[in-house]
Nanobody
């Protein structure tokens, strides 16, 4: 399995950014894919994931109402639409995946597959 993340960059507070992650090499639809992030000198934290089959979405409280996760099955791609970004959203964002889904979807060590990370910097 390979996860290729892209879309990071510099964005001003209050603006929007969209991250993408292409999932390749998967063998079934019973998996969960999404995003964690890691700010400087902080531990990795859960952002959002989506169950590929069925489309159930999960969000961290810190991004609920601002970020939206979605998928394009034809392109095997998951997106993270980040609206109303804040300086505290600054971090390296990692695309993650696991088979099958787990109720502990918010724990980083539940995901064996990680992408290379894309840096998001929110600053004026």
């Amino acid at each position: 399995v390979q996860l290729q993340a892209s879309g990071g960059g510099l964005v001003q507070p209050g603006y929007s950014l969209r991250l993408s992650c292409v999932v390749s090499g998967r063998t079934s639809n019973d998996f969960t894919v999404g995003w964690f992030r890691q700010a400087p000198e902080k531990e990795r934290e859960f952002v959002s994931v989506i169950k590929w089959s069925g489309g159930t979405r999960y969000y961290a409280d810190s991004v609920k109402g601002r970020f939206t996760i979605s998928k394009d099955s034809a392109k095997s791609t998951v997106y993270l639409q980040m609206n109303s970004v804040k300086p505290e959203d600054t971090a390296v964002y990692y695309c993650v995946a696991r088979w099958p889904h787990t109720v502990r979807y918010y724990r980083a060590n539940e995901y064996p597959h990680w992408g290379q990370g894309t840096l998001v910097t929110v600053s004026s």
